[in-house]
Antibody, heavy 120, light 110 residues
Framework: QITLKESGPTLVKPTQTLTLTCTFS??????????VGWIRQPPGKALEWLAV???????RYSPSLMNRLTITKDTSKNQVVLRMTNMGPLDTATYFC????????????WGQGTLVTVSS | QSVLTQPPSASGTPGHRVTISCSGT????????VNWYQQLPGTAPKLIIW???RRPSGVPDRFSGSKSGTSASLAISGLQSEDEADYYC???????????FGGGTKLTVL
């Protein structure tokens, strides 16, 4: 059974760096085709893909945010970490991590999400 | 403004059929497979259609997907009250390159 859970601060100040951790179980990021991605959703708005990292350490980023994002994995801890620099009010959103690899490359299992508010 | 265009709302009565459209371009929908998510209020999205028209295990066959050219559709037949949710299409865009989501469609069961 695949499960994922996001953790990190619920409140960050403008210009600070956000660090979110996705802790997962039920699969290994050393297995061919497996990956973990991050998607966010501002309150009342649509989903927005941020980044994904694969079993072979291939990384892809949203073009509009790639200069602010870093995604890394720790296979020994079953964790994926997303860092987003220079946070602003428009970055207030629920951040989800999700597994990819069971059904082609789509995101098939999602964490519950964590709400991050950017405010001074 | 989303790269994929969905109607903001849709509605139907219990037992009836409703379709939700997703319009894109040659660099996304026409070139790659479309996936659909259902998001119930306050919960994470759930994959209901992958690979244009395939259902993950556990998803009822009332849900179906199709694609033609630069457009895709999600159909829900035998509408039930628990189908009331937001629905999102998503596809990889070769030109960006990036995963792109539609703006979402809020389905109301009357």
């Amino acid at each position: 059974q695949i499960t994922l859970k996001e953790s990190g601060p619920t409140l960050v100040k403008p210009t600070q760096t956000l660090t979110l951790t996705c802790t997962f179980s039920g699969f290994s990021l050393t297995t061919n085709t497996m990956g973990v991605g991050w998607i966010r959703q501002p309150p009342g708005k649509a989903l927005e893909w941020l980044a994904v990292i694969y079993w072979d350490d291939d990384k892809r980023y949203s073009p509009s945010l790639m200069n602010r994002l870093t995604i890394t994995k720790d296979t020994s801890k079953n964790q994926v970490v997303l860092r987003m620099t220079n946070m602003g009010p428009l970055d207030t959103a629920t951040y989800f991590c999700a597994h990819t690899g069971l059904y082609d490359s789509t995101f098939d299992h999602w964490g519950q999400g964590t709400l991050v508010t950017v405010s001074s | 403004q989303s790269v994929l265009t969905q109607p903001p709302s849709a509605s139907g009565t219990p037992g009836h059929r409703v379709t939700i459209s997703c319009s894109g371009t040659s660099s996304n929908i026409e070139s790659n497979v479309v996936n659909w998510y259902q998001q119930l209020p306050g919960t994470a999205p759930k994959l209901i259609i992958w690979g244009n028209n395939r259902r993950p295990s556990g998803v009822p066959d009332r849900f179906s997907g199709s694609k033609s050219g630069t457009s895709a559709s999600l159909a829900i037949s035998g509408l039930q009250s628990e189908d009331e949710a937001d629905y999102y299409c998503v596809v990889w865009d070769d030109s960006l390159p990036a995963w792109v989501f539609g703006g979402g469609t809020k389905l109301t069961v009357l």
